[in-house]
T-cell receptor, first 111, second 114 residues
Framework: TQLLEQSPQFLSIQEGENLTVYCNSSSVFSSLQWYRQEPGEGPVLLVT?????EVKKLKRLTFQFGDARKDSSLHITAAQPGDTGLYLCAGVREYGNKLVFGAGTILRVKS | KAGVTQTPRYLIKTRGQQVTLSCSPI?????VSWYQQTPGQGLQFLFEYFSETQRNKGNFPGRFSGRQFSNSRSEMNVSTLELGDSALYLC?????????????FGQGTRLTVV
């Protein structure tokens, strides 16, 4: 089992729809990061959240870190075809020092 | 500034051979981490090097090894290749050691073992 469980695994939606991707764990994390990866490329960091309850916005993307620092969500408003990609959450466990990744969510936005 | 450079981009090897992959981090970054990405297992941490020393290691067999040079460039080596080693190998560079720091990834090396 993955330390970080992401859901859903796949998401195919129409342009303009909203969506939420979840990243859950039973462990406490000192920080959580979200990456987007496009085919043939390495992951690109979108955001890092470090404080329980923290909310960060990046244009149409809203990231939230759970109060207990065990989970996080990524919400996209009015999805665009350019949002298509693999979304990965990754975190460092409390008292740990290695970045562990979730399995990822493949998002496809159709025009 | 230049990003993380991984070479080669693609490799095809046969079972039993060995392979060396190279990673040049962003200038000024002293930490280099390596990951294996496969469709079934996702991104799995291999190891991290900082100031020429391995600081962290994932759960991979001893066939997987690495090193870092004084200019922070890093190489990873896989010996006695197996079919299951086929994957995208990603390198990430960071300013500081550990995971709580922004990681910048290269485009990866796609290794196919036949």
């Amino acid at each position: 089992t993955q330390l970080l469980e992401q859901s859903p695994q796949f998401l195919s939606i129409q342009e303009g729809e909203n969506l939420t991707v979840y990243c859950n764990s039973s462990s406490v994390f000192s920080s959580l990061q979200w990456y987007r990866q496009e085919p043939g490329e390495g992951p690109v960091l979108l955001v890092t959240v470090v404080t329980g309850g923290e909310v960060k916005k990046l244009k149409r993307l809203t990231f939230q870190f759970g109060d207990a620092r065990k989970d996080s969500s990524l919400h996209i408003t009015a999805a665009q075809p350019g949002d298509t990609g693999l979304y990965l959450c990754a975190g460092v466990r409390e008292y740990g020092n290695k970045l562990v990744f979730g399995a990822g969510t493949i998002l496809r936005v159709k025009s | 500034k230049a990003g993380v450079t991984q070479t080669p981009r693609y490799l095809i090897k046969t079972r039993g051979q060995q392979v060396t992959l190279s990673c040049s981090p962003i200038s000024g970054h002293r930490s280099v981490s390596w990951y294996q990405q496969t469709p079934g297992q996702g991104l799995q941490f291999l190891f991290e090097y900082f100031s020429e020393t391995q600081r962290n290691k994932g759960n991979f067999p001893g066939r997987f090894s690495g090193r870092q040079f004084s200019n922070s460039r890093s190489e990873m080596n896989v010996s006695t290749l197996e079919l299951g080693d086929s994957a995208l190998y990603l390198c990430a560079s960071s300013l500081r050691q550990g995971g709580n720091t922004e990681a910048f990834f290269g485009q990866g090396t796609r290794l196919t073992v036949v």
